[in-house]
Structure formats: C-alpha cells, structure tokens
C-alpha cells in the first residue's frame, strides 16, 4: 500500500514536471502574417488563445498575467497560446524579450512584423479597428473575438465553454 | 452553452458599440475643444475651406510617434489647398498622465505642429467619430456648409517606414477630392493604441 502511495505521488511530481516545462526566450521568432495566418485556422480539438499586444501598452501590459495564469491552470488540457506581439522589431532585444523574460515561462510568444495591416487585420477578424490589445479564441469553427482589455474570467469561461462543445 | 451564448451576445454587442459612429457619406459633427494655444476651435472657424483631415491622436502612442512628422507633412502640404489637418487627443490623462493638456503642449511646441492640437475634455468627441484608436483619420468634405465623411482609417501602408509606402491613403482621398472625384479606396485598417478611457 505504502508503495503504491509512493508510485503516485511520485508520477504525480513528474506530471508536474512535465507540464511545467520552461520556455526559453533567448531568441523570439519575427514573422509576417503568412506565418501567422495557419495558427488562426485550425481544425483539431484544441483550444487556441491568441493576444496581440506590446511591451508600450498600458492595458496589454496589465492582461499579461491573465494569459500567463490561464496557461498554468489549462496545462493539462488541449489548450493553446500565442503572445502575436506588436512591438517594433527594433525593440525586440531592448524591450520585448527582457519583458516577457520577467512575466512568463508558459506562453508562446512571437512578433509580428507585416506592415500590409489594412490586409492582416481583417483576416484576423473583421470586426477588429486594429486597437490593442485585442484577443481570439477559438476552437474549430467556434470563434470568440475580444477588442479591449480581457479578464481572467473571460479567457477562462470562454476555454470552459469551449473545451465541452462537440 | 448559455453562458456561450452570453459571451457571443457580449461580443456582437461590442461589435456593436464598436461600429457606431461616423460611415462614409454621413454628415460630421462640428465640436469645440480647447487647442494647445488655449483658444477653443470649431471646424465652424474655418469659413474659407474645403474640408478637413481630423486625426484622432495622442501624445504617448508610438504608432502616433511613428507618423508625427507626416501628420505634420500632411498639414504642410494639404492646409493651403484647403484641407488642414485638426488633431484631437481624446485620452483620459487619469488614465495616461502622458497625454494632459499640460504635456500636449510641450509635445505640441517640441515638435512645432502647425496645425491646431485639441483636447477632448470629457472624452466626449471621438465616440461621436467611432473613432477607436490612435492615430485615426478621417477625411471630411464640405458641401454648401456641411461637412461629410469621405475617409475612415489609416495614413498609409507603412507605420515603420515611411521611404517604403506604397499607398498613401490619406493624400489619395484628399487628391481625388481636391480634383472633384470620390476617393478610391474609402476605408482602411491599421494597428493602434486603443484610445484611453475610464471605464
């Protein structure tokens, strides 16, 4: 029984290794929109959460955590993030990576730099102005789009409802 | 699932909010806001011109930064044809301290803008507008004393590089206008800072 107890405690800590694994961001991947376009589109069971954002805005800056905790709680669960961030490439080294450096060892980030935006936006979502931050969660064909700070909640109601859908 | 529903309703809503405001063809309205200068303007004040090129902006935004001396090259190039540029900050400085009276001035006198900088106390004009982010333009026309939108949306096709545009939206629309056409492209979308409000 004893041993029993340790074999599952200690598959236990693995797991918890497991999903805790860190990301490095020593390097963060620049890409235009032709790279971004397949993450916005896929067809598979798993939950997406994509933020646009950057190190200068204010409300970006506040929601950061929100994606970060979300992570953690869904690590388990077929859900994913992307940080698409808007921040000048010329401040990839100076701002964004000492940043996301400091706030996460979770989420996925890359910059986006694809000057065609009158195009990128609306393929990302009609209904965005192009005002950050801005959030789209999806799964399959269910697509939920936020323009505007998000709230913990939010992301975490629209994963629940959207992990139980058929 | 309700609460599915919920978050849809909440987001076609949003949606909602989002596309109140000014389209193309609708008529504009005038406003009187206090300029950098401490006088109030009106679009009224100008009796002599043809229209307007209002831009929704800001002192802290760096997109706004980005294009700050094309604004300005706008203003140069279109004011004496009769298309000034009016620009209005209608951030709450509660919310961006960057973005007060007091520094629209400073920034206002660093950079020498010829055109008038308004401040929209209250944040009272750009929901008027449907304007959402900064910089936001819109290109008015004046017909027999009314003012008419003709444009909606960004500069041109390149925030980071200006030697590398390709389009520029807003001198296209102002061009056909000033040749009595319609412009060709009437509407365009650009990533920006939201404009900041209390909640």
Same mark, same amino acid.
């Given at each position: 029984m004893h041993r029993l107890v340790l074999i599952f405690l200690t598959s236990l800590i693995l797991l918890g290794c497991n999903t805790g694994r860190k990301l490095n961001y020593d390097k963060i991947e620049v890409i235009d929109f032709s790279k971004l376009e397949p993450m916005l589109n896929k067809n598979t069971d798993t939950v997406y959460i994509i933020n646009f954002w950057a190190t200068w805005c204010a409300p970006c800056v506040k929601e950061f955590p929100h994606f970060d905790e979300a992570a953690r709680v869904y690590s388990d669960k077929k859900v994913k993030f992307l940080m698409v961030s808007l921040d000048? $490439?010329?401040? !990839?080294?100076?701002s964004l990576i000492p940043f996301v450096k400091s706030r996460t060892n979770l989420l996925p980030v890359v910059l986006l730099d694809d000057p065609n935006q009158n195009e990128w936006i609306n393929k990302v979502n $009609?209904?965005?102005?192009?005002? !950050? $931050?801005a959030t789209f969660i999806y799964r399959k064909s269910q697509k939920l789009f936020y323009e505007g700070p998000i709230e913990l909640a939010d992301i975490t109601n629209a994963i629940d409802d959207l992990l139980v859908k058929p | 699932m309700k609460r599915l529903f919920l978050i849809l309703m909440a987001t076609f809503l949003a949606a909602g909010l989002y596309a109140q405001g000014l389209k193309i063809g609708d008529k504009a309205p005038d406003f009187r806001l206090k300029n950098v200068d401490g006088k109030m303007v009106s679009?009224?004040?100008?009796?002599?011109?043809?229209?307007f090129i209002v831009i929704f902006s800001c002192n802290h935004c760096p997109f706004v930064k980005a294009y700050e001396d094309r604004i300005i090259d706008l203003h140069k190039k279109y004011a004496p044809k009769g298309f000034p540029v009016v620009a209005i900050n209608s951030n709450d400085p509660e919310v961006?301290?960057? *973005?007060?009276f007091d520094k629209m001035v400073e920034r206002a006198q660093q950079k020498n803008f010829p055109f008038v900088y308004l401040f929209d106390e209250g944040q009272k004009v750009y929901p008027l507008y449907g304007a959402a982010r900064t910089p936001h333009v819109f290109v008015l026309s004046k017909k027999a004393n009314e003012l008419f939108v003709e444009y909606i949306g960004?500069?041109? *096709?390149n925030y980071k590089d200006a030697s590398a545009v390709k389009e520029k939206y807003v001198e296209n629309a102002v061009d056909a206008l000033l040749s009595g056409k319609k412009p060709a492209v009437t509407e365009t979308k650009a990533v920006g800072c939201s404009i900041k409000v209390k909640k």
């Open positions: 000048f $490439p010329n401040q !990839l080294e100076k $009609p209904a965005w102005s192009g005002a !950050l $931050p | 679009l009224a004040d100008y009796p002599q011109v043809k229209g961006v301290p960057e *973005d007060s960004t500069i041109d *096709d």
